[in-house]
C-alpha cells in the first residue's frame, strides 16, 4: 500500500475541514434573490427563457444555465456542489505554495474561507445564484491555474478548463487570460525558454471563452440601462472608489491587515541591505494608516484623509516592488504563482471600474488572489528557520480571527433558516384556506440573507410566482 506523504495529509485535512465548515453553514440557506426569478426558467420555455435572457438581460450564459437548472432541483445537491467547490478553492489555493510548508499554507487557506466576512458571503458564496456567479468560476480558474503552472495538467483537459473558466464572468474571464499570458510571459522572458505551439494555443479557448460574455449582446443592453456615462467618465469616478473601498472597508481590514504583516515579514526575511530592512518596517506603518483610513468612509473622506491615502498608496506600492522584483530576481520555487497571484488581486479591482455596478462580492476575487499571494510569501519566509516563529504567529492570529468570523457566520445562518420553513407553512396554510392576508416573518439577522422579498419588489413578485401566490397578495411582514 503506498504510503501518504506528510504534505498530503495537510492537503486532505485541508480539504475535508474547509467541506465540512462550509456545508455546515450550506445546510442553512435556503432561497435568496434572484433564485426566484432563475426558478421560474424551469418548463416549457426553458431554452427560448435562457436565449432571451443571453440577448437582452446577462451575459453570463453558462453559470446562469447552472443557477436556473439548480434551483429546480433538492437543494441538497447545490449544498453539496458549492461546500465541494469552496473547499477546491482552498485546496489549491494552499498547493500554489509547492510542498515546501503545506501545514502553514493549508492553515492559512482554512483562515482565509473563514475570514470572509458575511458583507462579502452574503452577495457571492452563501446563496445559489451568487455562488454560480462567484465560487464556481474561481473554483474553475484556480484548477486551471494550478495544473497549468504545476505542469500536472494534459492539454485536453486545459483546453476544456480555459474556456469554461473564462466563459463564467467578465472577471474571471479576465482573470484566467492573466494566468495564461503571465505563464507564457514567464516562460518567454524569464526563464528564457521559446513557448511551445500547444501552450500558445492555450490563448485560444480562454478569448473565445472571455467574449461569450464581455462582448455577449446582453453586455451592452445592460450597460445602457444601468448608466448613460462612458466607459472612461465611469472609471474616473469608479476607480478612486474600487480603491479606498479595497484598502478600508471593515470586511477587508483582516486581509489588508494580514498583507502588509506579510509582506514586512519576506521583505526582513530576505533583507540583505539596511533599507530593505527599513522599507520592511514601512508595512507597520500601512496597518497604522488603514486602521486610520477605515474611520472615514469614502463620501466623507477629507482632505487629511486624501493624504494619508496617498502616503498609503506610495507605502504599499514601494512594499510590492520591491517584493515582486526579490521574487523575480531570485526566482524561489513557485514565484510565479506569487507574481500571478498579486497582479490577479489588483487586476481584477481595476477591471472593475469599467463597471457602473459593483460591490462586496466583486472584492471576493480580489481577496483571493491576495491571501494566495501571502501564503507563497510565507511559504519561502518558513524556508528560514529563523522565520519559523514569527510565521506560525502571523497564521496563528489570522487563523483565530478566521475562526472567530466563521462562528459569527454560522450563527446568523442557523438562526435564520428555521424562519423560513415557518413562512413555507404559512404559504402553504394561506394557498389551502385564502385569506385577505399572508402573513410572513422577516429574518432576525438581516445581514444573513441577500435582497429579500420585503426589501426588493423585484424579488417579492418572483417569490409569490415561486410559491404560487396570486399576484395581489398582500403580505404583512413581521419583524422577528
Not at 6 to 25: K, S
Not at 133 to 160: D, E
Request: hydrophobic share 50%; proline share 5%.
Amino acid at each position: 500500500m503506498k504510503k501518504i506523504n506528510r504534505e498530503n495529509v495537510w492537503y486532505i485535512g485541508l480539504f475535508a475541514a474547509v467541506f465540512v465548515l462550509a456545508f455546515a453553514v450550506m445546510q442553512n440557506i435556503p432561497l435568496f434573490g434572484d433564485d426566484y426569478y432563475y426558478a421560474t426558467f424551469w418548463g416549457e420555455n426553458f431554452w427560448s427563457m435562457h436565449k432571451e435572457h443571453y440577448l437582452l438581460a446577462n451575459g453570463r450564459a453558462i453559470v446562469h444555465f447552472l443557477a436556473s437548472v439548480f434551483v429546480a432541483l433538492p437543494p441538497i445537491l447545490w449544498q453539496i456542489l458549492n461546500s465541494l467547490l469552496i473547499a477546491v478553492i482552498a485546496l489549491f489555493a494552499a498547493m500554489l505554495a509547492g510542498k515546501k510548508a503545506s501545514a502553514i499554507a493549508a492553515v492559512t487557506a482554512a483562515a482565509m474561507i473563514m475570514s470572509l466576512g458575511v458583507d462579502i458571503t452574503r452577495e457571492s458564496v452563501y446563496w445559489l445564484t451568487g455562488s454560480f456567479n462567484y465560487v464556481y468560476p474561481f473554483a474553475l480558474m484556480v484548477t486551471f491555474w494550478y495544473l497549468l503552472t504545476s505542469g500536472r495538467g494534459k492539454l485536453p483537459v486545459l483546453y476544456i478548463l480555459a474556456f469554461f473558466s473564462a466563459a463564467t464572468t467578465e472577471q474571471n474571464g479576465m482573470m484566467t487570460l492573466g494566468v495564461v499570458v503571465l505563464y507564457l510571459l514567464d516562460m518567454r522572458f524569464i526563464r528564457k525558454e521559446k513557448p511551445t505551439a500547444p501552450s500558445l494555443c492555450l490563448l485560444i479557448p480562454a478569448i473565445i471563452g472571455f467574449v461569450s460574455v464581455y462582448f455577449a449582446p446582453a453586455t451592452f443592453v445592460r450597460y445602457g440601462i444601468e448608466t448613460e456615462k462612458g466607459m472612461l467618465e465611469v472609471m474616473r469616478e469608479q476607480l478612486p472608489m474600487l480603491y479606498y473601498n479595497f484598502i478600508s472597508k471593515k470586511y477587508m481590514l483582516p486581509f489588508i491587515s494580514f498583507n502588509f504583516g506579510v509582506m514586512g515579514l519576506y521583505l526582513i526575511a530576505t533583507a540583505q541591505k539596511r533599507w530593505e530592512r527599513l522599507a520592511a518596517l514601512a508595512n507597520a506603518v500601512s496597518i497604522v494608516l488603514v486602521l486610520i483610513i477605515s474611520k472615514t468612509p469614502y463620501v466623507y473622506a477629507t482632505a487629511k484623509t486624501v493624504m494619508l491615502v496617498a502616503l498609503l498608496t506610495v507605502l504599499f506600492a514601494l512594499s510590492l516592488v520591491l517584493v515582486v522584483i526579490k521574487l523575480l530576481k531570485n526566482k524561489p520555487e513557485g514565484y510565479l504563482n506569487a507574481v500571478i497571484a498579486i497582479i490577479l488581486a489588483v487586476g481584477t479591482q481595476f477591471m472593475m471600474s469599467a463597471s457602473p455596478v459593483s460591490g462586496p462580492r466583486t472584492m471576493l476575487c480580489g481577496i483571493l488572489n491576495l491571501v494566495i499571494f501571502d501564503i507563497m510569501l510565507l511559504a519561502f519566509c518558513f524556508e528560514n528557520k529563523r522565520f519559523y516563529m514569527p510565521v506560525l504567529v502571523i497564521c496563528a492570529a489570522f487563523a483565530a480571527y478566521g475562526v472567530m468570523n466563521y462562528i459569527e457566520t454560522y450563527v446568523g445562518y442557523n438562526a435564520n433558516f428555521p424562519i423560513t420553513a415557518k413562512n413555507e407553512e404559512k404559504i402553504a396554510e394561506y394557498l389551502n384556506a385564502p385569506s385577505e392576508t399572508l402573513e410572513q416573518y422577516t429574518l432576525p439577522y438581516p445581514d444573513h440573507c441577500w435582497s429579500m422579498p420585503y426589501q426588493s419588489s423585484y424579488h417579492l413578485y418572483y417569490y409569490k410566482v415561486h410559491y404560487n401566490l396570486p399576484e395581489n397578495t398582500e403580505i404583512i411582514w413581521i419583524q422577528q
